[in-house]
C-alpha cells in the first residue's frame, strides 16, 4: 500500500469519528452546554429579582420607619400636651387652694380681731368702772349695773 490509500484509509476513519462524534458525543455535550446557559440564566434572573426585592424591601423599610418617626412625633406631642394640661391643672388648684387658706386666714384675722375687741371692750369697761368708782369714792354694784355695762361695752 502506498501513500495514497494511507490517506485515504486515514479521510474515510475521520470521517467516521467525525460522524460518529457529530452523532453520539456532540448531543450529550451540547444538551449539558444548553442546560448550563439556562442555569446561568436562570441565576442572572434570580438575581436582578434579588436586587429589585431588595430595592422594594428597602423602600418599604424606608416608609417603615418615615411611618415610626411620624408616630413618635405624635406620641411625644400628645405626651407634652398631656403635661402641659396636668401642670395648668396643678396651677388652677394651687391656685383654689391658695385663695381657700387665704379665706380660712382673712376668717382666723376677722375672729381674732372681733376676740380682740371683746375683750378691749371689756378690758375699757373695767376701767371705766374703776375710773367711775375712784370717782365716785365708793364702790359700784357689779351686778347691780350690768345693763349699764353692757350698753357702755357696746357703744365703744
Given amino acids: 500500500m502506498g501513500i495514497n490509500a494511507t490517506i485515504i484509509g486515514q479521510t474515510i476513519t475521520f470521517a467516521?469519528?467525525?460522524l460518529f462524534t457529530m452523532k453520539f458525543v456532540w448531543p450529550p455535550i451540547k444538551q449539558a452546554m444548553n442546560e448550563r446557559a439556562k442555569?446561568?440564566?436562570?441565576?442572572?434572573?434570580?438575581?436582578?429579582?434579588?436586587?429589585?426585592s431588595l430595592a422594594e424591601?428597602?423602600?418599604a423599610s424606608d416608609d417603615a420607619l418615615k411611618d415610626a418617626r411620624t408616630q413618635?412625633?405624635?406620641?411625644?406631642?400628645?405626651?407634652?400636651?398631656q403635661a402641659n394640661d396636668i401642670v395648668e391643672k396643678a396651677k388652677t388648684e394651687a391656685r383654689t387652694e391658695a385663695d381657700r387658706i387665704i379665706a380660712a386666714a382673712n376668717e382666723?384675722?376677722?375672729?381674732s380681731m372681733q376676740r380682740a375687741k371683746a375683750e378691749l371692750r371689756k378690758e375699757v369697761s373695767a376701767i371705766a368702772l374703776a375710773g367711775a368708782q375712784k370717782v365716785?369714792?365708793?364702790?359700784?354694784d357689779a351686778s347691780a349695773h350690768d345693763d349699764l355695762l353692757k350698753q357702755l361695752a357696746t357703744e365703744i
Wanted: aromatic share 2%; glycine share 8%; hydrophobic share 50%.
Fill in 57 to 59: 424591601a428597602s423602600q
Fill in 72 to 81: 413618635a412625633q405624635d406620641i411625644l406631642a400628645g405626651a407634652n400636651r
Fill in 39 to 52: 442555569k446561568i440564566e436562570d441565576g442572572l434572573a434570580a438575581a436582578e429579582r434579588g436586587e429589585a
Fill in 108 to 111: 382666723e384675722i376677722d375672729a
Fill in 16 to 18: 467516521v469519528f467525525v
Fill in 136 to 140: 365716785l369714792a365708793r364702790e359700784v
